[in-house]
């Protein structure tokens, strides 16, 4: 049996790495591992800190606010200025999984040793930050993207400069990683040859469904002031996500008189605060009078967002780049069986399912030629039997890969 201790520390720190520590989670439900989660010790805020959010309130949530007050009755707005989502959200989901694991907190990295060693721990990962070669315990490092090499507009310099360092060490100062797609494994060799480091790449094996997502929406729907016709977007409110792409698209749909649809938007509005991309949306929504048909609900409960993507008539993914194929969204989409609207960049092409249309990132025309041919057409509702069958098999596939990466690891690190 593999005893496993899964590094929580900057996971919980964005929606997309909630959902890959849960799937790590759910991939790891068998008899062949034990796993426990370790989080560091949560300090209590310094006067720096509480001086440091009070500025991030009034420098981006004020702008948001005066461009759209109801957003604040919606919940899109709460808590936009942390950039941490509420460890208690990221325990909660642990707490709901099947394995249902302890989650251990420590202080820093000399009390991390002595708790991994202490309980006998074969092996710990995803580690977002390097180790190092001579770490006593087999660790295996997880590195996101590149995006800053391919987007540095989106970064200020010292994030560039933060990343730069942080990537060359993890690649020539740690035994293995862990990346989400070929695409990044592709770029780390690109960006930092001649490392000797072992990169595995994960498959894309969505999870089974958590919960059966059938029944009448209309109480869910009320919920969020939400018509029966509308496509989705789920992304936070990056530059990169490329939001603008699919309103023009939409406006595209309003033009030629399919009004009857809505785009419904879920996702933390936090852009970061450097390129002001989520007021320069909110501008041109009320600029082309798209206010009401675009519905931006902000960070919701998962099972809800999950189950208004379930009844939608498809997921619009127009991103420009990501980590994993398709990102967090089109992983949801393919485990309940929604057609998605994808962007075609190499990264999305690793994404192997059924019901997949490609768009230039840069054409809403096309995107909007898309979404008109799907505007008059029904909700897929593929039966939960189904979804279960084909997650099951998925699941099937990440476990035999998590187990023999775990396997390698454990036989194969150098002792230090």
């Known amino acids: 049996m593999h005893n496993v201790a899964i590094m929580g520390d900057n996971f919980y720190k964005w929606g997309g790495g909630i959902d890959f520590i849960s799937l790590v989670l759910k991939a790891l439900n068998d008899e062949r591992s034990s796993v426990k989660v370790f989080l560091p010790k949560?300090?209590?805020?310094?006067?720096?800190?509480?001086?440091?959010?009070?500025?991030?309130?009034?420098?981006?949530?004020?702008?948001?606010?005066?461009?759209?007050?109801?957003?604040?009755?919606?919940?899109?707005?709460?808590?936009?200025?942390?950039?941490?989502?509420?460890?208690?959200?990221?325990?909660?989901?642990?707490?709901?999984?099947?394995?249902?694991?302890?989650?251990?907190?420590?202080?820093?990295?000399?009390?991390?040793?002595?708790?991994?060693?202490?309980?006998?721990?074969?092996?710990?990962?995803?580690?977002?930050?390097?180790?190092?070669?001579?770490?006593?315990?087999?660790?295996?490092?997880?590195?996101?993207?590149?995006?800053?090499?391919?987007?540095?507009?989106?970064?200020?310099?010292?994030?560039?400069?933060?990343?730069?360092?942080?990537?060359?060490?993890?690649?020539?100062?740690?035994?293995?990683?862990?990346?989400?797609?070929?695409?990044?494994?592709?770029?780390?060799?690109?960006?930092?040859?001649?490392?000797?480091v072992h990169i595995f790449?994960?498959?894309?094996?969505?999870?089974?469904?958590?919960?059966?997502?059938?029944?009448?929406?209309?109480?869910?729907?009320?919920?969020?002031?939400?018509?029966?016709?509308?496509?989705?977007?789920?992304?936070?409110?990056?530059?990169?996500?490329n939001h603008i792409t699919a309103f023009k698209a939409f406006k595209e749909l309003m033009d030629d008189g399919i009004d009857e649809l809505e785009l419904v938007c879920t996702g933390s509005t936090d852009d970061g605060g450097s390129s002001n991309n989520f007021v320069n949306i909110m501008a041109f929504l009320k600029?082309?009078?798209?206010?009401?048909?675009?519905?931006?609900?902000?960070?919701?409960?998962?099972?809800?967002?999950?189950?208004l993507m379930y009844n939608s008539l498809a997921l619009i993914q127009p991103t420009i780049f990501e980590g994993g194929p398709g990102g967090g969204a089109v992983f949801d989409a393919v485990t309940y069986g929604v057609p998605v609207l994808l962007s075609d960049i190499p990264v999305n092409r690793e994404v192997?399912?059924?019901?997949?249309?490609?768009?230039?990132?840069?054409?809403h025309c096309q995107l909007a030629n898309l979404m008109k041919s799907m505007s008059s057409s029904q909700p897929k509702f593929v039966p939960y039997q189904n979804l279960m069958r084909q997650g099951i098999h998925?699941?099937?596939?990440?476990?035999?890969?998590?187990?023999?990466?775990?396997?390698?690891?454990i036989d194969e690190y150098p002792a230090p």
Request: contains cysteine; aromatic residues 14%; glycine residues 4%.
């Open 42 to 196: 949560q300090q209590r805020p310094t006067p720096g800190n509480l001086l440091i959010n009070t500025w991030n309130i009034v420098k981006y949530d004020f702008p948001r606010v005066l461009l759209d007050p109801v957003g604040i009755k919606n919940g899109a707005f709460s808590n936009t200025y942390q950039k941490d989502i509420d460890r208690k959200e990221f325990i909660d989901m642990i707490a709901q999984s099947s394995l249902r694991p302890d989650v251990r907190e420590y202080i820093n990295t000399s009390h991390l040793v002595r708790s991994l060693k202490a309980e006998n721990f074969d092996v710990c990962f995803p580690a977002f930050s390097c180790l190092g070669k001579n770490f006593p315990v087999p660790w295996i490092g997880y590195v996101f993207d590149m995006q800053f090499k391919y987007l540095p507009q989106n970064f200020t310099a010292s994030s560039r400069q933060f990343r730069d360092r942080e990537f060359h060490r993890m690649m020539h100062n740690s035994w293995y990683l862990i990346v989400a797609s070929r695409a990044v494994r592709d770029d780390l060799h690109k960006f930092y040859p001649g490392s000797d």
């Open 201 to 241: 790449c994960l498959p894309f094996s969505p999870a089974k469904p958590s919960f059966d997502p059938s029944g009448d929406p209309a109480a869910l729907l009320q919920k969020y002031g939400v018509k029966n016709r509308y496509m989705m977007i789920s992304n936070q409110f990056w530059a990169h996500k």
């Open 287 to 307: 600029e082309n009078g798209l206010e009401g048909s675009v519905k931006i609900l902000g960070r919701i409960p998962k099972q809800d967002q999950l189950r």
């Open 352 to 363: 192997q399912a059924e019901g997949i249309e490609f768009f230039s990132p840069d054409d």
């Open 394 to 409: 998925r699941e099937q596939v990440l476990c035999r890969f998590f187990n023999e990466m775990l396997d390698k690891v």
